[in-house]
């Protein structure tokens, strides 16, 4: 599988290190801010007097409007430039966030919620898209790669800060702080305009490759209704919400069906999301040094597949499970960046932002799923058939990748 050949007005001047960095940083503050939230519930629901389950509504209400976003975000990105509306999206999320700290109630928050998740949708399609258009083609997998580790290490980073915070100010305050630490890092975006501007939004050219999936004159429900795009959107849904089950309710299955110390059950959950990071790393510089990206890709998640799965089978063994979280966290990082070159090469320059919208929609989707699953797994069955869930829907994730067999991009002229 060739790459996607990058003409003039879509490969700019400029430094891709910067690039990379500015987008990085952006899906850093996306992670932060839509974490920032869930650590200060308990506090929340004393101040407020709510129940937990009205504040579940308000992170179903982020999640859901950003998720559903993303496939308008995406249209948006094709039409006015990535460059504009990842700041608009920074901006506004971050606001949102801010607001939340002066909420006098519930209404407010799920207002505000829905407000951020609007602002929270822009990222992947406009990131995504900023990084095709402006890295060159060598650097290509690496600049995915610490992409997606901005995020993970936004996620992982958020629940701590938000604690420490809250400690000293408050959840109004913690609140209020975490979304000032996002404006300092969109400044910083900001000024980094010239790295990720990309100009007058792409407009058709013959001469311009066509995307074998989303032809530069596609319109939004045919780059929709596109096999190859409608499993590619399948795949996001799978493997988000089996990354989902392992992320949030690992530790619950760990003490609770495993017996394992609570200090053990949140190092195997961490061991699994620094493998993830780590593998990120190392699957950068695999997409930059192979045209596989699909054998890479499969090669991976079968291994994170077969290690979620086998560590729902070793209850009597906590060590072992831990041992195989940790691996199956690293493969699932492997698979990242080839994942997201080959979502990149299925689309022309006039299309990437709706591809990536639709596709990556799919995370959101995994994300509001995943609690109803697991949630019932947990009150009435095994604790450890979450780990049996989750490896399973990794392993029905891999087949949706062999769409992308026949998805080789026309030759550059």
Same mark, same amino acid.
């Given at each position: 599988?060739?790459?996607?050949?990058?003409?003039?007005?879509?490969?700019?001047?400029?430094?891709?290190?910067?690039?990379?960095? &500015?987008?990085?940083?952006?899906?850093?503050?996306?992670?932060?801010?839509?974490?920032?939230?869930?650590?200060?519930?308990?506090?929340?629901?004393?101040? #407020?007097?709510?129940?937990?389950?009205?504040?579940? !509504?308000?992170?179903?209400?982020?999640?859901?409007?950003?998720?559903?976003?993303?496939?308008?975000?995406?249209?948006?990105?094709?039409?006015?430039?990535?460059?504009?509306?990842?700041?608009?999206?920074?901006?506004?999320?971050?606001?949102?966030?801010?607001?939340?700290?002066?909420?006098?109630?519930?209404?407010?928050?799920? &207002?505000?919620?829905?407000?951020?998740? #609007?602002?929270?949708?822009?990222?992947?399609? &406009?990131?995504?898209?900023?990084?095709?258009?402006?890295?060159? +083609?060598?650097?290509?997998?690496?600049?995915?790669?610490?992409?997606?580790?901005?995020? *993970?290490?936004?996620?992982?980073?958020?629940?701590?800060?938000?604690? &420490?915070?809250?400690?000293?100010?408050?959840?109004?305050?913690?609140?209020?702080?975490?979304?000032?630490?996002?404006?300092?890092?969109?400044?910083?975006?900001?000024?980094?305009?010239?790295?990720? *501007?990309?100009?007058? +939004?792409?407009?058709?050219?013959?001469?311009?490759?066509?995307?074998?999936?989303? +032809?530069?004159?596609?319109? !939004?429900?045919?780059? #929709?209704?596109?096999?190859?795009?409608?499993?590619?959107?399948? !795949?996001?849904?799978?493997?988000?919400?089996?990354?989902?089950?392992?992320?949030?309710?690992?530790?619950?299955?760990?003490?609770?069906?495993?017996?394992?110390?609570?200090?053990?059950?949140?190092?195997?959950?961490?061991?699994?999301?620094?493998?993830?990071?780590?593998?990120?790393?190392?699957?950068?510089?695999?997409?930059?040094?192979?045209?596989?990206?699909?054998?890479?890709?499969?090669?991976?998640?079968?291994?994170?597949?077969? *290690?979620?799965?086998?560590?729902?089978?070793?209850?009597?063994?906590?060590?072992?499970?831990?041992?195989?979280?940790?691996?199956?966290?690293?493969?699932?990082?492997?698979?990242?960046?080839?994942?997201?070159?080959?979502?990149?090469?299925?689309?022309?320059?006039?299309?990437?932002?709706?591809?990536?919208?639709?596709?990556?929609?799919? #995370?959101?989707?995994?994300?509001?799923?995943?609690?109803?699953?697991?949630?019932?797994?947990?009150?009435?069955?095994?604790?450890?058939?979450?780990?049996?869930? *989750?490896?399973?829907?990794?392993?029905?994730?891999?087949?949706?990748?062999?769409?992308?067999?026949?998805?080789?991009?026309? +030759?550059?002229?």
């Amino acid at each position: 599988m060739t790459a996607i050949h990058v003409t003039g007005s879509d490969m700019l001047g400029g430094s891709s290190t910067r690039t990379i960095l &500015a987008v990085t940083l952006a899906h850093f503050v996306s992670h932060f801010l839509q974490l920032a939230l869930a650590p200060l519930l308990p506090f929340i629901r004393g101040d #407020l007097g709510v129940s937990f389950t009205e504040l579940g !509504f308000v992170l179903a209400v982020f999640y859901g409007t950003s998720g559903a976003g993303q496939m308008a975000a995406g249209v948006l990105v094709d039409r006015i430039g990535p460059d504009r509306l990842l700041l608009a999206g920074m901006a506004l999320q971050t606001a949102a966030t801010a607001a939340m700290g002066f909420a006098p109630g519930t209404a407010a928050l799920i &207002a505000l919620a829905f407000v951020a998740g #609007l602002g929270n949708s822009v990222y992947h399609p &406009a990131d995504l898209s900023i990084i095709s258009r402006r890295v060159e +083609p060598k650097r290509l997998g690496r600049g995915f790669a610490y992409h997606a580790m901005g995020g *993970a290490t936004g996620a992982a980073v958020s629940p701590l800060v938000v604690a &420490a915070l809250v400690t000293v100010l408050g959840w109004r305050g913690a609140i209020v702080a975490a979304a000032l630490i996002a404006a300092g890092l969109f400044l910083f975006v900001l000024s980094s305009w010239k790295a990720i *501007a990309c100009g007058s +939004p792409v407009r058709h050219d013959a001469k311009q490759d066509q995307g074998p999936a989303a +032809p530069a004159t596609a319109s !939004f429900l045919q780059i #929709l209704l596109k096999p190859v795009v409608f499993t590619l959107l399948a !795949f996001f849904v799978l493997t988000s919400i089996a990354g989902s089950g392992v992320q949030s309710f690992g530790i619950a299955v760990l003490t609770e069906g495993y017996a394992v110390a609570l200090a053990l059950a949140t190092f195997a959950v961490t061991g699994y999301q620094l493998g993830n990071s780590g593998g990120m790393f190392v699957g950068g510089i695999l997409a930059d040094r192979t045209d596989r990206h699909q054998a890479v890709a499969m090669a991976a998640l079968t291994v994170t597949a077969a *290690a979620i799965l086998a560590a729902g089978f070793t209850t009597h063994v906590p060590v072992l499970c831990v041992a195989l979280l940790c691996v199956g966290g690293f493969t699932k990082g492997v698979a990242l960046p080839s994942r997201d070159v080959l979502v990149r090469r299925i689309a022309s320059p006039q299309t990437l932002g709706r591809v990536f919208g639709i596709t990556y929609s799919g #995370l959101d989707i995994g994300f509001f799923v995943a609690p109803l699953v697991f949630g019932i797994v947990l009150d009435h069955y095994e604790p450890s058939y979450v780990f049996v869930i *989750a490896g399973l829907a990794f392993f029905l994730a891999i087949p949706t990748l062999l769409t992308l067999r026949s998805t080789r991009p026309a +030759p550059a002229p």
